[in-house]
């Protein structure tokens, strides 16, 4: 019998097909299979061919030194890495086109090399020239970082082998290298995982800090399989809108730190600028009156407290179905909340058209914004605005009450920080318990939706639980 020289890859799940068929039978993804050849396998593993190693075994106690940290010089990148980078470790960073990955990164090569440690920038994407350009206009031309262009994976490590031990490597971008040893094109789920695996092995054989910057696809995923996700130590998403000068970098996998924490940057003329203040970056367009539809959400991102502003709109739908349309929320959070404004509170958005925004392109994921969007749908539709001052949090359940959440004393600092005077926010559950007090914090506490219908239906300020 012939064995098979050749698979075919589906390149946004990779799983293998013995034979090309127009849909992915595992993802279900339409014309994504592509032809790649078998790589020759090792002979198996304890058998007559070779014994294996033996293992050393130990407990699980033991007594070491933290890992040590590189800081890149850019405080809200070594936020969102947990202290810096940790020598040996992959760093996976991804993004829409244009929304300045390439950029940060040339930035914090080159705050590094400007502190004394080594720092390679290697492109597959640009000619040297073009990276020239942009280091010139970001102020950065005179530090000392070396740079090289390359796509082949050989040559890089052989690079990397000759040249002084670097503490940094930047990698632009994983999908445009490929291995000399497989025939398929750079780009594919073979050439991903393959050049991906022998940076990574070569990262921490040398104990250098490695960053590939990834392309992501339309669904705003990592291109290629979610093993390359696997196979690094941290993964950082750049959000935002190019439109926006706002830039929000998202932990979403940290091995060594938090993971969700972000890092906010402001787009200009000179690169990518830290934002110390992000809430008030946010809420900095905000006027001084109130208007009806919006709401000031006191959130929390990783362990940072963010203050941001959810705006609503309420329009007479055309006749047919009416438009549910939502920016930085989850829809179907958003119908959820509808759902149990109209059957717990009575409220009927049948025949309107509903939009609803996060201001400054932050994304919100928290079950938190529940409230503040309900007061935003609500205050939209009444047409009574919620308090300027004030600030609104808590996750709604499905039968209408609202449920407490975690760190509800950052939240009421945080919003006191920014001359905040009143809070909406879950009245304690528990037997006892109670709400931090923070000083020029009058909290409104609130059981269920019920209520803040009719405090906004009245536009009444009401009596606050610490007055």
Same mark, same amino acid.
């Given at each position: 019998?012939?064995? @098979?020289?050749?698979?075919?890859?589906?390149?946004?799940?990779?799983?293998?097909?013995?034979?090309?068929?127009?849909?992915?039978?595992?993802?279900?993804?339409?014309?994504?299979?592509?032809?790649?050849?078998?790589?020759?396998?090792?002979?198996?593993?304890?058998?007559?061919?070779?014994?294996?190693?033996?293992?050393?075994?130990?407990?699980?106690?033991?007594?070491?030194?933290?890992?040590?940290?590189?800081?890149?010089?850019?405080?809200? #990148?070594?936020?969102?890495?947990?202290?810096?980078?940790?020598?040996? $470790?992959?760093?996976?960073?991804?993004?829409?086109?244009?929304?300045?990955?390439?950029?940060?990164?040339?930035?914090?090569?080159?705050?590094?090399?400007?502190?004394?440690?080594?720092?390679?920038?290697?492109?597959?994407?640009?000619?040297?020239?073009?990276?020239?350009?942009?280091?010139?206009?970001?102020?950065?031309?005179?530090?000392?970082?070396?740079?090289?262009?390359?796509?082949?994976?050989?040559?890089?490590?052989?690079?990397?082998?000759?040249?002084?031990?670097?503490?940094?490597? +930047?990698?632009?971008?994983?999908?445009?290298?490929?291995?000399?040893?497989?025939?398929?094109?750079?780009?594919?789920?073979?050439?991903?995982?393959? $050049?991906?695996?022998? #940076?990574?092995?070569?990262?921490?054989?040398?104990?250098?800090?490695?960053?590939?910057?990834?392309?992501?696809?339309?669904?705003?995923?990592?291109?290629?399989?979610?093993?390359?996700?696997?196979?690094?130590?941290?993964?950082?998403?750049?959000?935002?809108?190019?439109?926006?000068?706002?830039?929000?970098?998202?932990?979403?996998?940290?091995?060594?730190?938090?993971?969700?924490?972000?890092?906010?940057?402001?787009?200009?003329?000179?690169?990518?600028?830290?934002?110390?203040?992000?809430?008030?970056?946010?809420?900095?367009?905000?006027?001084?009156?109130?208007?009806?539809?919006?709401?000031?959400?006191?959130?929390?991102?990783?362990?940072?407290?963010?203050?941001?502003?959810?705006?609503?709109?309420?329009?007479?739908?055309?006749?047919?179905?009416?438009?549910?349309?939502?920016?930085?929320?989850?829809?179907?959070?958003?119908?959820?909340?509808?759902? +149990?404004?109209?059957?717990?509170?009575?409220?009927?958005?049948?025949?309107?058209?509903?939009?609803?925004?996060?201001?400054?392109?932050?994304?919100?994921?928290?079950?938190?914004?529940?409230?503040?969007?309900?007061?935003? #749908?609500?205050?939209?539709?009444?047409?009574?605005?919620?308090?300027?001052?004030?600030?609104?949090?808590?996750?709604?359940?499905?039968?209408?009450?609202?449920?407490?959440?975690?760190?509800?004393?950052?939240?009421?600092?945080?919003? @006191?920080?920014?001359?905040?005077?009143?809070?909406?926010?879950?009245?304690?559950?528990?037997?006892?318990?109670?709400?931090?007090?923070?000083?020029?914090?009058?909290?409104?506490?609130?059981?269920?939706?019920?209520?803040?219908?009719?405090?906004?239906?009245?536009?009444?300020?009401?009596?606050?639980?610490?007055?």
């Amino acid at each position: 019998m012939v064995r @098979a020289t050749s698979r075919f890859v589906c390149q946004t799940c990779g799983a293998e097909a013995p034979k090309w068929t127009g849909r992915c039978e595992s993802c279900g993804a339409w014309n994504t299979l592509v032809e790649e050849a078998i790589e020759a396998r090792p002979k198996a593993l304890g058998g007559k061919s070779g014994k294996g190693r033996a293992l050393p075994f130990v407990g699980l106690r033991g007594e070491r030194a933290p890992a040590p940290r590189l800081s890149v010089g850019i405080a809200e #990148l070594d936020r969102v890495l947990g202290g810096g980078l940790v020598a040996g $470790s992959a760093v996976l960073v991804g993004g829409d086109p244009g929304i300045g990955k390439s950029t940060l990164l040339l930035q914090a090569a080159a705050r590094v090399a400007a502190s004394g440690h080594g720092a390679i920038y290697i492109s597959g994407e640009e000619a040297i020239d073009q990276v020239r350009l942009r280091a010139e206009r970001l102020g950065i031309a005179a530090e000392p970082v070396k740079l090289a262009v390359a796509t082949q994976v050989g040559d890089i490590a052989a690079s990397l082998a000759d040249e002084a031990l670097p503490e940094l490597v +930047v990698i632009d971008s994983i999908q445009t290298l490929f291995v000399e040893t497989l025939d398929s094109a750079p780009g594919t789920v073979a050439q991903v995982r393959a $050049s991906a695996h022998e #940076l990574i092995r070569l990262a921490k054989r040398r104990g250098f800090a490695l960053v590939l910057i990834g392309h992501v696809t339309k669904e705003g995923l990592i291109a290629g399989p979610r093993v390359l996700e696997h196979m690094v130590d941290t993964v950082l998403y750049f959000e935002g809108e190019r439109t926006h000068r706002f830039r929000i970098l998202r932990a979403v996998k940290n091995r060594f730190g938090p993971a969700d924490e972000i890092g906010v940057f402001a787009m200009g003329d000179e690169g990518l600028a830290e934002v110390p203040n992000p809430s008030a970056l946010f809420l900095s367009e905000r006027g001084p009156d109130a208007s009806p539809g919006a709401s000031v959400f006191a959130g929390i991102e990783g362990t940072r407290p963010v203050l941001v502003e959810i705006q609503s709109l309420i329009a007479p739908a055309q006749p047919g179905t009416p438009r549910r349309a939502v920016v930085g929320w989850d829809a179907g959070r958003l119908a959820m909340v509808l759902a +149990v404004l109209e059957a717990r509170a009575g409220i009927s958005f049948a025949g309107q058209d509903v939009y609803l925004n996060v201001a400054g392109g932050l994304r919100v994921a928290e079950p938190a914004a529940d409230l503040a969007a309900a007061a935003a #749908l609500v205050s939209s539709l009444a047409g009574t605005a919620v308090p300027a001052d004030a600030v609104v949090f808590g996750e709604i359940g499905l039968s209408g009450e609202i449920r407490p959440v975690a760190h509800t004393e950052a939240r009421l600092k945080e919003a @006191a920080k920014l001359g905040f005077k009143r809070a909406l926010a879950p009245a304690p559950h528990r037997a006892g318990a109670a709400i931090p007090r923070v000083a020029d914090i009058a909290v409104r506490e609130l059981r269920h939706v019920t209520e803040l219908v009719a405090l906004l239906a009245r536009g009444d300020k009401g009596r606050s639980a610490h007055a």
